[in-house]
C-alpha cells in the first residue's frame, strides 16, 4: 500500500482550540498514528539560533509515548509554555521553516491511519485527507482551557493576559502569506464551545466512520 492510500484525519484551528487533545484521543480510539505539528514548530523556537530553517531541517526529534525529545534531550515541559508557543508562531511565518517541516510531517502518515493536527493539515501538509476539521471555541472559552492547563502546571498566568495573547497569536497565524490558518475549502467547521471533549471525539469518530463507509 502507498503512502497516499493511508488515511488521515487533519485537525486545525486556533490555539487553545482543544485540538489536540481530540486529535489524541480520536488515534488512540482508532488505533492511528498521531502527528502534533505545533511540537514541530515549538521545537525549531525552543531549540533556538540564527538560521532556524536549518535547525528545522536538521533537528533531532523523537516523539516517544507522550514525550518529546530534542536532539536527545527531554523537552516535554519547556515546549509547552505560552512564551514557547508566541516564539514558534513568529518562527512559523517563515516560508523556509514550513518548507523544512513539510516532508518531516508528511513522514508520519504511515499504516493504519493518522490523525494530524494544527493549521495547516488540511490546506497544505495533506490536502487529501478523508476527513479535515476546523475546531474552534471562543475566546472566552479557549482562555479558560489554557489558563486552567497552565494552573494544573502551576503556572499562574492571569485570564485577561491569556485572552490577549491567544488573540494575538491567532491574528499573526490567520494573517501571515504562508500557509496561513483557515478552513481548507472542504473542512467541516466544529465549534467546541458549549460541548464536552468527549461528544466533540464522538463526533470525529462518526464523520471518519461515514467517510469510509460510503
Ligand atoms: O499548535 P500550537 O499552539 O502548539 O502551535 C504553536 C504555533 O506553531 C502556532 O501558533 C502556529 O504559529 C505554528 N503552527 C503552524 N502550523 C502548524 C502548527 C503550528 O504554523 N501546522
Known sequence: MGN???PVIAIDGPSASGKGTVASRVAAALGFHYLESGALYRL?????GEAPERVAAGMDVEFFNQDILLNKHYVTDKLRSEAIGNRASEIAKLPAVRAALL???RGFRRRPGLVADGRDMGTVVFPDAVLKV????SVATR???RHKQLNDKGNHATLAALSSALEERDKRDAARAVAPLKPAVDAVSVDS?????DEVVDLVLKMYRERMSR
Do not use: D, H, K, Y
Request: no cysteine; glycine share 4%.
Open 4 to 6: 497516499a492510500q493511508v
Open 44 to 48: 525549531v523556537a525552543l531549540a533556538g
Open 103 to 105: 516532508e518531516r510531517q
Open 134 to 137: 476546523f475546531l474552534t471555541a
Open 143 to 145: 482562555a479558560q482551557r
Open 193 to 197: 464551545s458549549e460541548l464536552a471533549i
